[in-house]
């Protein structure tokens, strides 16, 4: 993984969650902490984050964090604010709204990985992220998207350059599981503790 830099997008502004998503705490720790202890990602990693959300808890553990110059494209600007700062030509990026995703995930991406993008299918939904690209080819595809006024990470998978994977049968649903709203959180540390207690 020393040639892959991982991304994580943390510049949305959490409204439904009530509060920037960079301040959630998991067992008393940051959420970006408790990202990178979960991933033990071994490369380069690039936090993304946006105009008054700067320096989040735990943005300190990364190689680099940069601030997206553009606000109100969404995710996808995000996306190309990492492919441009990347340390590195291929980036995995995923966002800090995903607590179930682990370092056996992000691996098997970037080893099943053979295309400019690379995306999941999970049931029958095309998940954007976490989702992996070699740039200059997928910068320059998303730089014709968002000049186009189109928005979706999950539309990149319908570009021929696109490779759509489907998710192994044991990612349940946890993987894909993200933190909008305060009861998402909630959710997750319950989940959280009765496997712990399950696990002793």
Known sequence: MKDVTLAILAGGEGSRMGRPKGELLIHDKPILQYLLDRFAWDGPTLLVTAPGREHPLGSERFTREVVDPVSGQGPLRGVL???ENAM???VLVTTIDMPG???SHLRWMVEQSRASVTMTRH???IEPFPSMYHTPAAAAMIRAELDAGRLSVQALSRQAAAQVLDAPQDWDDSVWMNLNRPQDLT?????LSRSSRAGR
Request: a negative charge; zero cysteines.
């Open 81 to 83: 604010t990492a492919l």
């Open 187 to 191: 959710d997750f540390l319950t989940r």
């Open 88 to 90: 590195t030509d291929r």
């Open 101 to 103: 995703l682990d370092g």
């Open 123 to 125: 049931g029958d939904q």
